[in-house]
């Protein structure tokens, strides 16, 4: 009887502060893994790809003020001078991180930011002329994008604990004067329990939408 070996799946490394988690592409499930076990069993995924999951990025327009200029704005992150710096531009802005050598695994065919992977898959999604508003919540960390047709109005992100992420949320609508009752919440499945979430939400937002994407596919568009 002729056997076939079953195909290799990619492997994805989320880079967090102080862990790893993973996911391979033939299940979306997001787990905890050390370094190690990571670097030992390289040879069992098809390819390996780092996403860096840090607060050491920048958000520059394309054409830096002159007032910008005459300074090293980089050193507002406070890096060390070993990390290495990744720059890219996305539609009409530029995004820069660093990242640390050693935490990257050997070997990695890609390394991007969770940030600018969730930059341009919203900026490609929203041809509206009114402000959508789309929230990731991706291991204890929010996620908040506001995009207009095409062009990228605010991003941040926030550590959170239990549904503390609602005060960051709401904290937002407010400094852009959004209407709580009309604007479209876009929320991107993850590991987060999408039902206990929306639930929560409600009681602050009316229009709750599940985005058509989950984290997962995003990611995994963003490397082929």
Known sequence: MLTTKPK??????????????????SSHILKTTKRSVVSNNYKKWKNNYLIIDSNDFLI???ELPNYLKKINIENTLGVEKKMKKKTSTLKNIKFLFFYALEEIPEPIKKV???????????QDDNNSSNREIYIVLLNSKLHICIVENKDLIFYNQFEYTKDDYLK??????????LDKNVSKLNILDSNENFRKVKKEMKMYFKNINLYKKSIFEIIESYYE
């Open 60 to 62: 520059l327009p394309l």
């Open 8 to 25: 290799k799946s990619n492997l994805y490394i989320l880079r967090t502060k102080d862990k790893y988690l993973k996911f391979v592409q």
């Open 112 to 122: 991007y930011h969770i940030s600018e992977i969730l930059i341009e898959e919203f």
């Open 168 to 177: 960051y949320i709401l904290l937002t609508f407010e400094e852009f004067n």
